[in-house]
């Protein structure tokens, strides 16, 4: 068994190591391009006061914040696999209430909406 995992891992390498040689054929001319700061799409260079999106901002700490709370399910996940009692089962249907609640306002408030109507 470890001699074929062993031959597996190397034969992917190998496959792996020789597809990226095949597709690096793009060779780049202007490095000036490549070597300049980025700065969130934004030319730092051009006009320093410029406004920032509130509405990318906004979305950005929206996804943290729902994003953090998926993360909190997992170890909810793995308590479901060795016991399930009512006190488990009712805190994540508390916790899933309350994050359909706040992704259900946010969106009639009109925060997910990437355009306004």
């Given amino acids: 068994m470890f001699l074929f995992s ?4 190397s034969i992917l390498s190998l496959i792996l190591v020789s597809v990226y040689f095949l597709t690096n054929y ?8 490549k070597m300049t700061a980025f700065e969130c799409g ?3 260079l051009s006009k320093m006061r410029s406004p920032f999106s509130t509405r990318f ?3 950005v700490v929206l996804f943290l914040i729902f994003d ?3 993360a ?3 170890p909810m996940l793995s308590l479901f696999q060795t016991s399930i009692t009512w ?7 508390l916790f899933l209430a309350i994050l359909l609640f706040g992704m259900f306002h ?3 408030e009109g925060a997910l909406d990437w355009f306004s109507s």
């Fill in 57 to 59: 901002f906004l979305l």
């Fill in 42 to 44: 934004f030319d730092p």
């Fill in 68 to 70: 953090v709370e998926i």
């Fill in 6 to 9: 062993v031959l597996f891992t």
């Fill in 87 to 93: 006190i488990s089962t009712t805190a994540l249907m």
């Fill in 72 to 74: 909190l399910l997992f």
């Fill in 26 to 33: 793009i060779s780049y001319t202007d490095q000036g391009e």
């Fill in 106 to 108: 946010e969106w009639n």
